[in-house]
């Protein structure tokens, strides 16, 4: 059941947050924000639309992608931002993180948005933007349940894309997450500009011959 934080915040124009692809060792890492105007949410939940809507993580390849494409149907903003790899290993997760979303507030036509944030970050400056970090946000929020369905979707398209010029790494089956198989391709073949570099330190570190090279 979804707590309707969205009809809290009468003066603002509340934006939902989530992002895929914070663990894997390789790919980018997904924001996404969308936001529903009131009387679109309100119609979504008369018409028992997008009921089974939820974190990306718990549903199905193929429901995410069904209400991938309802989203898109809807007259709702969505935006979305990929982070390479390589900005990962330079920067850190919580800086790209802070980052991204930066980014997807400078996209929103909203004079007053108010951010439903998934997790638990208290990394914003109050003067910056008002927001709201949700533990389990996506199992809660409607917003935020949109934007980790739409997070998670362009990512898997991605690797899934980037899988024709990688094909030894088989990314279109792993996402680039840390399984056995994408380990053992790594172990086979090195690694590509595709790769975490800082999430592969314990990998380097325990290989007997060296680095590996890209």
């Not at 009387?39 to 997008?50: A, D, G, I, N, T």
């Not at 507030?105 to 909203?110: D, T």
């Amino acid at each position: 059941m979804f707590q309707l934080e969205e009809f809290e915040y009468s003066e603002y124009q509340v934006c939902g947050v989530d992002e895929a692809g914070r663990g894997p060792l390789a790919g980018p890492l997904s924001i996404a924000l969308v936001s529903f105007p009131k009387e679109v949410l309100s119609q979504v939940l008369q018409q028992k639309l997008l009921i089974k809507l939820n974190d990306s993580k718990k549903i199905s390849e193929n429901l995410r992608e069904k209400l991938y494409k309802e989203l898109y149907s809807l007259p709702i903003f969505i935006s979305h931002i990929f982070l390479h790899s390589k900005i990962i290993d330079e920067k850190g997760m919580n800086w790209c993180i802070f980052y991204g979303i930066q980014n997807l507030l400078k996209r929103v036509p909203f004079k007053k948005p108010f951010l439903l944030i998934d997790g638990n970050y208290n990394f914003f400056p109050k003067d910056f933007c008002d927001y709201k970090s949700i533990v389990k946000g996506d199992e809660k929020v409607i917003s935020i349940a949109a934007a980790s369905i739409i997070a998670k979707v362009k990512r898997d398209k991605f690797m899934k894309k980037i899988n024709f010029f990688y094909p030894q790494f088989q990314f279109s089956l792993h996402k680039g997450y840390g399984t056995k198989l994408h380990r053992d391709l790594i172990q086979k073949y090195g690694i590509c500009s595709l790769h975490r570099k800082t999430f592969l330190k314990k990998f380097y570190e325990n290989r007997s011959q060296g680095k590996l090279e890209l």
